[in-house]
């Protein structure tokens, strides 16, 4: 598994380009025609969801 050590101030700036971007892949995901598409988005919308929430343990 990964890890990234971030301080406050970058867990708040990456907490917020990822605010940022999910607000404009919600846009993308009712927009988008394509299943699989979607669903790729969707996925990726889920998986920035659980990022945010494990940032919001260290801002």
Do not use: W
């Not at 919600?26 to 929430?53: C, G, N, P, Y």
């Amino acid at each position: 598994m990964a890890q990234l050590d971030l301080n406050d101030e970058e867990a708040k700036v990456l907490r917020s380009v990822i605010d940022n971007y999910t607000a404009h892949l919600e846009v993308e995901i009712h927009r988008t025609e394509r299943r699989d598409f979607r669903e790729a988005l969707e996925r990726r919308e889920k998986v920035l969801h659980d990022l945010v929430q494990r940032l919001g343990k260290i801002a």
